[in-house]
């Protein structure tokens, strides 16, 4: 089908103009593969048809690109896209051409002839979605005209226009310019950025009129939450490890507080034969590029990662996204583990958590401008680390959003604390924190606890003291989630201005002089088992996993073939889906869900083939 096939079946579909809701669901159907819209996506999509502004939260992979390419298909003119990457408007360009809708980007990764061409072919209306930078639009706006033949702006990454949000991009500043020239054309500004102050300043830079706002659940069930305390790094590497086991076909995502911290991890996985790679500012733009590459065409398993990493990857069949180091805001943790699962099937997120990262982040702070703000940000952050109870609970709070029932899918929920009398450990930690005069930091402390022998230790004569090795019989992980309960119970401080060194509060003194009973908790160990990598090997396959492991490996040569991500051929879920349905006719393919005209007609032979050879 040929883009204007695909214009003249649009205008001609003999549908009643005002039936919106039956065109676009058509729509989707047709060159989506998919049923049925999601929560809130009709909404948006009718009241831009109204031609009402319209302002989009939505999480990652909560479906916001379809609520401005539907409206831009149903419109006679062109949809202008705003993006702030060219990786981005790539991936989003050639998933729209796999599907059959006319889509360009206008970029300096083109020609200018290219670029000119692609313009005059938008404005006889021959694209659909035309993809720009913000700096590229306002310099088109000087000498070229956009009235009559653009319906939509929709500004994608809005968030990125307020100086309130976590990435404010200057060149985003100057899009107020779209509703002062083109008033009566309907901007729809869409982000992943939930809190309020950055939403209303959108609205407030942008220039909205009257905008329709649309804020969906952020909730991603989809996405296993667990915090691990504080883990040596030997542990983190292993941990890394067993995830990559379990998905030895997909890819995740490592990220790290700082670049070294990635090339650390990055060397060790490659040592221990994984193929992983490593991205930060500190490489050259071809290396990042090619780094994110072999991420997007799944030739890497694992890329290790500063958070310079993440934006404008739009890959849906991320499994596992781990930080290695704690985050420096909820907001940033949310958008990163977001990044994982979009395709909505199963996915998992673990955050190392541990106090050095904690003294690294306020370090951060002490030097940035927003202080106060920053600071507020941070200790959300470890609340939510310490949190006793369902995690998503806390973070989606955190959000203005209740949830009221537990996630089960939390490591909170899945192992839930027991309550014990605690004040005898504590009476022990708090005694060597005195015995040291106050000058040891957490790990000194547990090692002392623990009766270790290593030379620091001794020099430092801390095994002469009375509270040496008391505490062997304690694990070293429980013994770190002890002494940071007794900070959030207020028993003990850390002074992030004195080598973090810890410190007793009157508190700890009640406790310590047993004036008082301290009441800790202890995780139980978790039920679900971990599949070692020898495991892995010997396990009988069911024929579902097989035959889902074919259809990927099927996908993947498809996508080399035709130089696309394999994502773009068909998501884990629509794979998924014909697992579970075998089709093997034409009509049985297009039932898959994320089947739409286009693909049924380019890969129902392959792909049913190899689903009735398999047995
Ligand atoms: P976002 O831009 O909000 O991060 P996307 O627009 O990329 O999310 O959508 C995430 C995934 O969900 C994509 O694979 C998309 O095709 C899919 N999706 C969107 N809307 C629907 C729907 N109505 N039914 C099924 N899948 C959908
Ligand atoms: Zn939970």
Redesign the pocket.
Same mark, same amino acid.
């Given at each position: 089908m040929t883009y204007s096939a695909v214009m003249t079946t649009l205008s001609d579909n003999g549908m009643p103009q005002n039936d919106i809701t039956k065109q676009a669901r058509a729509l989707?159907n047709r060159f !989506?593969g !998919?049923r #049925?819209? %999601?929560p809130g996506?009709l909404d948006i999509i009718k009241s831009i048809m109204s031609g009402r502004d319209t302002l989009v939260l939505?999480p @990652? &992979? *909560? &479906?916001? +690109?379809?609520c401005y390419q539907i409206p831009a298909m149903l419109g006679e003119g062109c949809t202008i896209v705003i993006s702030p990457l060219i990786s981005l408007m790539k991936d989003q360009v050639s998933g729209l051409n796999a599907n059959g809708i006319p889509a360009a980007a206008i970029n300096s990764g083109n020609s200018e002839i290219d670029n000119r061409n692609v313009l005059r072919e938008a404005m006889r209306g021959k694209i659909k979605l035309l993809y720009m930078s913000p700096e590229r639009l306002m310099v088109e706006m000087e000498h070229v005209d956009f009235r009559g033949w653009v319906d939509l702006f929709a500004i994608d990454e809005a968030h990125c226009i307020s100086q309130w949000g976590h990435d404010f991009r200057p060149e985003y500043s100057a899009l107020g310019l779209i509703k002062k020239r083109m008033g009566n054309v309907p901007v729809m500004a869409l982000t992943?950025t939930a809190d309020k102050l950055t939403r209303d300043d959108i609205a407030k830079q942008l220039s909205l009129c009257d905008p329709f706002v649309y804020i969906s659940s952020f909730d991603r069930p989809n996405l296993s939450l667990r915090v691990i305390p504080a883990p040596p790094k030997s542990k983190k590497v292993a941990y890394i490890s067993r995830l990559i086991d379990r998905y030895p076909d997909d890819s995740g995502i490592v990220y790290t507080l700082s670049r070294k911290g990635a090339e650390a991890i990055n060397a060790e996985l490659t040592l221990k034969g994984y193929k992983s790679t490593v991205y930060h500012a500190g490489l050259s733009a071809s290396e990042r590029d090619r780094a994110q590459e072999m991420f997007i065409n799944g030739e890497v398993q694992a890329v290790c990662a500063t958070v310079a990493f993440g934006m404008g990857i #739009?890959k +849906?069949n991320i499994r596992w996204v781990v930080h290695s180091n704690m985050p420096r805001n909820l907001e940033s943790y949310y958008q990163e583990i977001g990044r994982a699962g %979009? #395709? *909505?099937m199963k996915a998992e997120t673990t955050l190392f958590y541990s106090y050095a990262d904690v003294a690294t982040l306020q370090s951060f702070i002490n030097e940035s401008g927003q202080r106060e703000i920053n600071q507020e940000k941070l200790k959300r952050m470890m609340e939510y680390c310490e949190s006793p109870v369902c995690r998503r609970r806390v973070l989606l709070s955190y959000f203005n959003e209740v949830l009221d029932h537990d996630c089960k899918n939390c490591d909170v929920c899945l192992s839930p604390p027991e309550r014990f009398d605690g004040t005898i450990p504590a009476q022990m930690a708090l005694s060597a924190i005195i015995r040291t005069g106050e000058k040891t930091g957490i790990q000194m402390l547990i090692d002392i606890l623990r009766g270790s022998a290593r030379t620091e230790l001794i020099n430092l004569g801390y095994d002469k003291i009375k509270t040496y090795g008391v505490g062997r019989m304690i694990p070293f992980v429980e013994w770190n989630e002890y002494i940071s309960q007794l900070i959030q119970l207020g028993a003990v401080d850390i002074a992030y201005n004195d080598s973090n060194h810890l410190k007793i509060t009157p508190y700890g003194q009640k406790i310590l002089r047993g004036e008082v009973t301290v009441m800790l908790a202890r995780r139980q160990k978790e039920a679900t088992a971990k599949k070692s990598r020898g495991a892995k090997n010997t396990a009988p396959v069911n024929p579902a996993e097989q035959l889902f492991s074919e259809l990927k490996s099927l996908r993947k040569e498809l996508a080399a073939k035709e130089g696309i991500p394999p994502y773009l051929v068909f @998501?884990d879920k629509t794979l998924m889906d014909m697992v579970r349905r075998r089709p093997v006719t034409m009509n049985e393919f297009m039932q898959v869900?994320g089947v739409g005209e286009r693909k049924c007609v380019k890969y129902w032979a392959q792909f049913t083939a190899h689903i009735s050879k398999f047995k």
């Open positions: 989707l !989506y !998919y #049925d819209f %999601r996506q939505m @990652t &992979g *909560g &479906g916001k +690109s379809i992943a #739009d +849906s %979009r #395709d *909505g @998501t869900e």
